[in-house]
């Protein structure tokens, strides 16, 4: 089988599922975003990189890189485009849509019956300054972002009026959502197919409310309860991901809330963490999903 790997540039994780596919007897290459080059209604001789898009048997969408709306629309459009064409595509360019979107995942979440925090998503500055008031003590989130970057908690309507006010001069929508009490822990979940192949505990340093690894959290493996790798695996599911890292928070009242799914995670945190080879099972789980 030949895979191509869609990404933003070589890397770990890229050298990872290279050496997955080689050693289950498979090709792949990387192919950048940027390079991206398709064609309607033209009879010439196909580019390189449409050639080796359109000549794989799937393509592995590792990341989005970062770009202008206009290239991340694009982007996601070509993976669809992809799709249709019969290449199979792992994630799905619709469950990317889907965990992209902060509001979005958190709308399926929800419908899934999983216990998600109270949130309220708003686009005119009022509206926010309402919602901080009415929740208390809240986290407002960027719509789009990953690894815990832009978010602030405030409970002051001070502070917060500071905080909504930089955000609506660059036309940020407003994700605003309860402050849950925890323990300064927080749960990453890898999900692939119908299992957990690894968790991590991630702990914030110093008493602090964050827990992402990126920004200083702590890390330790985790043997998942059964309870809450069946929430892992609903989340998942709720977005149509063949893979995923799903997030999970115990709040000390005993809930335990699904935060986020992260469509097109990365492992490298994860894999210090376990045995095993996570780059293998995501292999695993294509070959299959073409094989089927």
């Not at 409310?209 to 330790?220: F, I, K, P, Q």
């Not at 892992?232 to 999970?248: M, Q, T």
Request: proline letters at 3%.
């Amino acid at each position: 089988m030949n895979v191509a790997i869609l990404s933003a540039r070589t890397g770990w994780h890229t050298d990872e599922l290279l050496r997955a596919l080689a050693a289950r007897g498979h090709a792949g290459c990387v192919v950048p975003y940027e390079t991206l080059h398709t064609r309607i209604g033209s009879r010439a001789e196909l580019s390189s990189g449409e050639r080796q898009l359109l000549d794989a048997d799937a393509v592995l969408a590792r990341i989005i890189p970062n770009g202008s709306l206009e290239q991340i629309i694009y982007r996601v459009d070509a993976l669809h485009w992809l799709e249709d064409r019969g290449v199979r595509v792992m994630n799905s360019p619709r469950a990317i849509e889907r965990c992209v979107d902060k509001f979005y995942t958190s709308v399926l979440l929800h419908d899934a019956g999983l216990a998600t925090p109270e949130t309220i998503v708003c686009e005119r500055a009022e509206d926010a300054m309402h919602a901080v008031r009415e929740l208390g003590d809240v986290i407002i989130k960027p719509l789009f972002g990953s690894m815990g970057h832009g978010m602030v908690r405030v409970s002051d309507p001070e502070v917060a009026f500071r905080v909504v006010r930089a955000l609506d001069m660059t036309r940020s929508v407003f994700y605003v959502q309860r402050y849950v009490e925890h323990d300064g822990c927080d749960i990453r979940a890898f999900v692939v197919g119908d299992r957990v192949v690894a968790a991590m505990e991630r702990r914030a340093r110093n008493g602090g409310w964050r827990t992402n690894v990126s920004l200083g959290g702590e890390a330790r493996g985790l043997d998942l309860a059964p309870s809450m790798a069946e929430l892992s695996l609903r989340a998942a599911r709720a977005v149509e991901a063949d893979y995923a890292g799903v997030d999970l928070l115990p709040a000390r009242d005993g809930t335990v809330y699904a935060l986020e799914v992260n469509g097109i995670p990365g492992w490298s945190g994860v894999q210090t963490t376990t045995s095993t080879d996570i780059a293998g099972a995501i292999v695993d789980r294509l070959i299959e999903s073409v094989s089927a």
